[in-house]
């Protein structure tokens, strides 16, 4: 009514008004209310971005010919004795899992909880409008704030973890890598006496380390001096 536009019915379709419909090649069938072009869906224009996964199910919602006709074989216009509500419901509760799995994937008819998703899993993209596998670059890891997951750098002195969910210190002895994946042993001459340290630091003069993975550095023995720092 807000358009403006009014409906047009036939009669209800049947096997007899079908088999009866002449199909005049200039204006198509008309003896019956038989849909022969693809079933045209409306949908408010907001609902992809309110309510996506409901948007996604419709958008992918049909019915086949030879669905109808099962449907059809039941009804009492068909021969059976159902109603159309009651073939409608049996069709359904028969075919749940069919129907399911073409048009409400598991992402969105058994979604994971936002807040224990892990990389690898599969979840449904509101962005994308489809089922998508978590993942993050190798350097950051999987964060969620709840309703949605999405990928973070972790802070100076902190990598991922194993499973990339949560960041981890490096030790002492140890700075972060460049690729910001592992921590890196401080080399001879080099030390990080904190844990989190964002890189190795070098010996002052007069002090020296010979060793790998050092926390700290040690006065040159008396009479004995490093001029440069490391």
């Known amino acids: 009514s807000a358009l403006g536009a009014e409906r047009v019915s036939y009669p209800d379709y049947s096997y007899g008004c079908y088999a ?3 199909r005049n090649a200039d204006t198509g069938g008309l003896k019956c209310d038989y849909a022969i072009e ?29 669905q109808l006709e099962q449907m059809m074989a039941v009804h009492s216009d068909g021969g059976g004795t159902f109603s159309s509500e009651e073939a409608a419901c049996q069709f359904v509760q028969n075919n749940v899992k069919t129907l399911l799995a073409s048009f409400v ?10 807040s224990t998703v892990h990389i690898g899993d599969t979840v449904f993209d509101p962005d994308e409008l489809a089922c998508t596998v ?6 950051q890891v999987l964060m969620s704030d709840g309703s949605r997951v999405f990928c973070q750098n ?9 499973d990339r969910i949560s960041c981890d210190f490096c030790d002492k002895g ?4 460049d690729s910001k994946i592992t921590c890196e042993t401080c080399s001879a001459g080099h030390y990080a006496e904190n844990r989190g340290m964002t890189e190795c ?5 007069g002090s020296y380390i010979g060793e790998r993975g050092a926390t700290e550095c040690s006065l040159c023995p008396l009479g004995t001096y490093v ?3 490391g």
């Open 38 to 66: 693809t079933l045209k869906k409306l949908a408010d224009p907001h609902l992809a971005t309110d309510t996506p996964e409901a948007y996604y199910m419709l958008s992918r919602l049909q019915l086949t010919d030879p």
């Open 174 to 177: 140890s700075a972060v890598s």
């Open 20 to 22: 009866e419909n002449d």
């Open 201 to 205: 630091l070098p010996c002052s003069k």
């Open 105 to 114: 994937p598991d992402c969105i008819y058994q979604p994971k909880d936002m």
């Open 134 to 139: 978590v993942d993050c670059p190798s350097y």
């Open 154 to 162: 972790c802070s100076a002195g902190l990598i991922p973890d194993a």
């Open 227 to 229: 001029e440069s720092e």
